[in-house]
């Protein structure tokens, strides 16, 4: 038996992100390799069926595309990239699709832009898409919608995408698999004396010192993304696993406590990055008076804020923006993402939540403000 201590946070992770590098899922740019997602989509049903949410996050579409089209080395124009992002997709989509589909399991293909995560509205609806798939046992197959992307509005990589998909679901745990075992002491191509570090903090910026260079010709990563995506799913308090997807059963046995590759550790006062941008908006869209009950709820009990709990709302505000959450002394409690507009908050304010969809003819969320989206003052 392991200790805690040496057993890997992969274990008691209920909700995680996978990502799979471009040379991993195409052999090195031969083609979608499709024993190894067949490999992965055995053990993501395995953690599934354990009761474990997964959602995938996979690069590829480039280098398949490139395949198909004949093409052997990347092009820079970037309407090629686009092109072959267009025609890869879709094998990608297939190859898990298929792989999935042998297990009784339904894929999702989620594309997303920059421009969808830094929305709050947008951010919002991909969120609840997310965990409406997770709830439902599919298992989301993500990607960056090159088609649309340019460089300027690019998220560029997908180990940044995946951590802005830890972030958006809240995973506890972002696992990055690459072709190589882990982060190293230095360059082990070069550095004999490289050792694999097992263990580090997300955040340490002499990881990143010793992350360096850059990715391979088939994906965009490299060790340096991988260790800047950690810092940044660590803002959503979530870890980081960097680690060989050739490895057999490397999932599953993560899954395990087995720790393989490095992981890189998210420390406590991360959640409360995330808490403090919102506190560290300047401007609020708007303004809800909570009734005494709905202010011992929100302060006391740690509960989300409900439609029923709210006697007035005032200012221009869309779903996903910030409203301030006022006493009825004029006293601002709290702040949120609302996921209502004014106009919609206006006809379900101070009505349970059951009456949502038939006061507005649908029901998004049934908390006004959810409280992951929500800080105290
Ligand atoms: N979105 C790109 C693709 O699917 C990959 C980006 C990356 O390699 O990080 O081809």
Known sequence: MSSPSEESIVASARRLVIKVGSSLVTNDGRGIDHAAVARWAEQIVILSKAGRQVALVSSGAIAEGMQRLGW???????????????????????????????????????????????????????????????????????????????????????????????????????????????????????????????????????????????????????????????????????STVIADGREPDVLTRLAAGEVIGTELIAEAMTLAARKQWLANHVRVEGRLTLDPGAVRALTREGKSLLPIGVSACQGRFERGEIVGCFDIDGREIARG?????????????GKPSSEIESTLGYVDERELIHRDNLVLL
């Open 72 to 238: 052997t080395s990347r092009p820079s124009a970037i309407h090629e990239l686009q092109a072959a992002a267009a025609v890869g997709q879709m094998g990608l989509v297939q190859a898990y699709e298929v792989a999935f589909s042998r297990f009784g399991f339904h894929t999702a293909q989620i594309l997303l832009t920059h421009e969808d995560l830094a929305d709050r509205r947008r951010y919002l609806n991909a969120r609840s898409t997310l965990m409406t798939l997770l709830g439902l046992s599919v298992i989301p197959i993500i990607n960056e919608n090159d088609t649309v992307t340019t460089d300027e509005i690019k998220v560029g990589d997908n180990d940044t995408l995946g951590a802005l998909v830890t972030n958006l679901i809240e995973a506890d745990v972002l696992v990055l698999l690459t072709d190589q075992q882990g982060l190293h002491t230095g360059d082990p191509r070069k550095d004999a004396a490289a050792t694999l570090l097992r263990r580090g903090r997300a955040g340490d910026a002499a990881l990143e010192a010793i992350a360096g260079g850059a990715g391979s010709q088939h994906g965009q990563g490299g060790m340096l993304t991988k260790v800047l995506a950690a810092k940044r799913a660590a803002r959503s308090g979530a």
């Open 337 to 349: 993402l609302i996921n209502y507009s004014v106009s919609e908050t206006q006809r379900i304010l």
